[in-house]
């Protein structure tokens, strides 16, 4: 089922049919999914955004920082696929094992991140909704933290500035 979803959102993402203006310029909101926490996006273009995150997850806490690009999508005013790129960094508490012992230990992680995605922005309330798909991929950490962590969530975003 999770591979299906993975799919259509990546492919209303890449498949754009038109030019894109943004719906606004900044918006703030809740993001809840794999982890829960806050986004805040804003567009420093038409067509391109940067979103920071702050999340809590599996017993640890991220910072993740995102450059998106926008596109119109499926011809609905509103609708917009996004895709790019960015950057994580925070800690977690792990337990790694050995063969005679476990070890529960905190680390510091940093990665980079992708991001496809869906967002609706509502036309006559000042609301954004995004559905993404976010995969992870950790260089620095422990045994304890997986190298790829897959990601995804529901954002609903105050817009602050249109």
């Not at 960094?89 to 063969?99: A, I």
């Amino acid at each position: 089922m999770n591979k299906y979803l993975y799919l259509l959102i990546a492919m209303l993402a890449f498949g754009t049919t038109s030019a894109s203006a943004q719906n606004y310029i900044a918006a703030i909101g809740l993001r809840t999914g794999f982890g829960i926490g806050v986004t805040g996006k804003l567009f420093i273009d038409e067509s391109t955004a940067l979103e920071a995150m702050a999340e809590v997850r599996n017993r640890g806490f991220g910072l993740t920082g995102m450059y998106e690009i926008h596109h119109d999508i499926l011809g609905i005013d509103g609708m917009q696929g996004f895709y790019g790129g960015g950057a994580h960094l925070g800690f977690t508490q792990g337990t790694e094992s050995s063969n005679t012992s476990f070890n529960e230990q905190t680390a510091f992680i940093l990665g980079v991140d992708g991001i496809a995605g869906i967002e609706y922005t509502i036309p006559s309330i000042p609301i954004n909704l995004s559905l993404d798909f976010k995969p992870s991929f950790n260089f620095l950490g422990t045994k304890a933290v997986p190298f790829f962590i897959p990601g995804g969530a529901v954002s609903f975003r105050y817009i602050i500035s249109q």
